[in-house]
């Protein structure tokens, strides 16, 4: 079965330096990844998705991730941490052995951005 | 661009009482979520429907839990009759039909406080 997993449910960071969020999947097949970014009282939203065309992924305020086959990562980053980049963020795999549009989503790391 | 309503935005009643969660998702797209998230399971996938039909409710926690979608523009989630465990945030999600790698966009949520 798919399973996400997602090292350190806190990061703090000081504004300005680099954040680095960590993915693991475990997946059979190819996968399809996601981040999504969940601001206090919202719902959450996509920041970036990796879809095989590059492994290389550019996503929405800056933060990009790399998909990494022979570590079965998905890191997420950003080189500099902006005060408005507090947030809980969810990285998803698609749930290809049950579904084709339902996802996996792993247990969230919470993100402080320290001024 | 009408994003995934759902109402009430904060919902608080006491214990024994129907609550009825309300989720619009985006038009034209066939497939609808429901989450309940909370502090200590994180975010739980409770049912998931495509073009109308309910196919996998696996998440729903017991018989006191309901959720229908009579159109494709309008679901709901019922607890009949709610307890205070029950309390939590409760988002709906819909995404496009199609290909496997489509997001989900997530509603903004209901909390949901039983006393």
């Known amino acids: 079965a798919q399973s996400v997993t997602q090292l350190g449910s806190h990061v703090s960071v000081s504004e300005g330096a680099l954040v680095l969020l960590r993915c693991n999947y475990s997946s059979s097949v190819p996968p399809y990844l996601f981040w999504y970014v969940q601001y206090p009282n919202q719902g959450l939203q996509l920041l970036l998705k990796y879809t095989s065309a590059a492994t290389l992924v550019k996503g929405i305020n800056g933060f990009e991730a790399e998909f990494k086959k022979s570590e079965t990562s998905f890191h997420l980053t950003k080189p500099s941490a902006h005060m408005s980049d507090a947030a809980e963020y969810f990285c998803?795999?698609?749930?290809?052995?049950?579904?084709?549009?339902?996802?996996?989503f792993g247990p969230g790391t919470s993100l402080s951005v320290i001024p | 661009d009408a994003g995934v309503i759902q109402s009430p935005r904060h919902e608080v009643t006491e214990m024994g009482q129907e609550v009825t969660l309300r989720c619009k998702p985006i038009?034209?797209?066939?497939?609808l979520f429901w989450y309940r998230q909370t502090m200590m399971r994180g975010l739980e996938l409770l049912i998931y429907?495509?073009?109308?039909?309910?196919?996998?409710d696996s998440g729903m926690p017991e018989d006191r839990f309901s959720a229908k979608m009579p159109n494709a523009s309008f679901s709901t989630l019922k607890i009949q009759p709610s307890e205070p465990r029950d309390s939590a945030v409760y988002f709906c999600?819909?995404?496009?039909?199609?290909?496997?790698?489509?997001?989900?966009?997530f509603g903004d949520g209901t909390r949901l406080s039983i006393l």
């Open positions: 429907f495509n073009n109308n039909v309910p196919i996998d």
């Open positions: 998803a795999v698609s749930d290809l052995e049950t579904s084709y549009d339902k996802v996996i």
């Open positions: 038009s034209g797209h066939n497939s």
């Open positions: 999600a819909s995404s496009q039909p199609g290909r496997i790698n489509q997001p989900q966009h």
